[in-house]
């Protein structure tokens, strides 16, 4: 990020970042307690995932009762999430210091949802995290977990339970052009202040292009 990002000088720098980090892998949980830990191997390119046709495919409700019967397992045998807490607060502390120190203005996603629900309890135990950071930093904050909670699982997810679908990137789309949109009402406000009680023209142009193209995305 110091070398690519930064030195670009931008206005906003979008964080995603460790939303795996949360995931309960049981999978892998059971394979170490056994003392068969998986080794991951060299790759290039895409991972398996990425080229598995049949995880990147819409959810079924296969899938759903899967991912049901995955979470109560979890739950059970008390699966920890990937990353411990402390280590992903002090990790997007880090990355939200840095664009800041840098001039930038992060705005930093938490996890999103996931198909089971020990998963969604530690996003929400991250999200949490972020949230206290972004009110002592001063970062703007998108709750994925919230973004996306209205909507079905099986629409906002793919068949391997914690990859956006395409309705469900639109909706985070949307949210992120919202915060933005906020967040440049408020620094035209203080830099204009003889203006506060009308909307700019480039704010409007801005507001009216991005909600249409968000809710045609979203068929909101």
Known sequence: MAAKVLPLHPDYVVVQFGSLDAFAWLKEYVRQRLGRPR???????????????????????ARLLRWRAKGRIASWIRVPPRTSRPVYRESIAAIAS?????????????????????????GAQFAADVEDLGRELGFAVLNGQQALRPYPARKVLLADG?????????VIAKELFRIILE??????????????????????????????????????
């Open 39 to 61: 080794k991951a191997p060299a790759r290039k390119g895409l991972a398996p995932a990425a080229s598995n046709r049949s995880l990147i495919r819409a959810a079924s409700l």
């Open 162 to 170: 914690f990859h956006l679908s395409e309705f469900g990137h639109a």
């Open 98 to 122: 840095a664009i800041i120190a840098g001039g930038g203005r992060p705005i930093v996603l938490t996890p999103f949802l996931s198909g089971d629900r020990c998963s969604n309890q530690f």
């Open 183 to 220: 967040s440049e009402k408020h620094r035209l406000a203080a830099e204009r202040p003889a203006q506060t009680s009308t909307e700019s023209p480039e704010i409007s142009r801005l507001s009216k292009r991005g909600v249409e193209g968000a809710c045609k995305a979203t068929a909101c």
